[in-house]
Antibody, heavy 119, light 106 residues
Framework: EVQLVQSGAEVKKPGESLKISCKGSGYSFTTYWIGWVRQMPGKGLEWMGIIYPGDSDTRYSPSFQGQVTISADKSISTAYLDWSSLKASDTAMYYC????????????WGQGTMVTVSS | DIQMTQSPSSLSPSVGDRVTITCRASQGIRNDLGWYQQKPGKAPKRLIY???NLQSGVPSRFSGSGSGTEFTLTISSLQPEDFATYYCLQHNSLYTFGQGTKLEIK
């Protein structure tokens, strides 16, 4: 079964660092893009960025460039989203999703990771 | 940046109604557009890809059309399980989601 499994919910304080993960299985991890999507409480979906694990080609939304870092470890079929210094406004659900290189359309989604940043 | 304008933002249809949701792109995106359904507390689920292709396993009451700058998602006869929020997503140049359309029970 093709699936993306994300790491569990996190509760952090402002200024702390965090790295969340997205593990792919059931397909060739290196031949699909993995994207990250933010959903703030009660709000819509926002695309953050995307990485191609095969060669680590990474693209960011201008809104998130410099705010987060996307990486991947193809040896363990896992992509990451990390923050060096969290803010309360980073409180949101974060989804990963995969896209075939040819079509670039997100087909399979992870279950989501809830990140809560509060003092 | 490509902007996606989705309308309406909410609807209160009845079961059995025909529902149409529209997305307009700020520039031509060929058919590089998908439609997604999201239910509360769940991840989005793809319904339509390449503007008009039905995702495997999705009921045939869902259909998509359009190309270039104007796209529609149609639900031919709304079922109780279809009350959810729907998003379009362009992937022609990076990615942009529409603002979402929430179908609420009347």
């Amino acid at each position: 079964e093709v699936q993306l499994v994300q790491s569990g919910a996190e509760v952090k304080k402002p200024g702390e660092s965090l790295k969340i993960s997205c593990k792919g299985s059931g397909y060739s991890f290196t031949t699909y893009w993995i994207g990250w999507v933010r959903q703030m409480p009660g709000k819509g979906l926002e695309w953050m960025g995307i990485i191609y694990p095969g060669d680590s080609d990474t693209r960011y939304s201008p809104s998130f460039q410099g705010q987060v870092t996307i990486s991947a470890d193809k040896s363990i079929s896992t992509a990451y989203l990390d923050w060096s210094s969290l803010k309360a406004s980073d409180t949101a659900m974060y989804y990963c999703a995969r896209a075939p290189r040819g079509s670039s359309a997100f087909d399979i989604w992870g279950q989501g990771t809830m990140v809560t940043v509060s003092s | 940046d490509i902007q996606m304008t989705q309308s309406p933002s909410s609807l209160s249809p009845s079961v059995g109604d025909r529902v149409t949701i529209t997305c307009r792109a700020s520039q031509g995106i060929r058919n590089d557009l998908g439609w997604y359904q999201q239910k509360p507390g769940k991840a989005p689920k793809r319904l339509i890809y390449a503007a008009s292709n039905l995702q495997s396993g999705v009921p045939s009451r869902f259909s998509g059309s359009g190309s270039g700058t104007e796209f529609t998602l149609t639900i031919s006869s709304l079922q109780p399980e279809d009350f959810a929020t729907y998003y379009c997503l362009q992937h022609n140049s990076l990615y942009t989601f529409g603002q979402g359309t929430k179908l609420e029970i009347k």
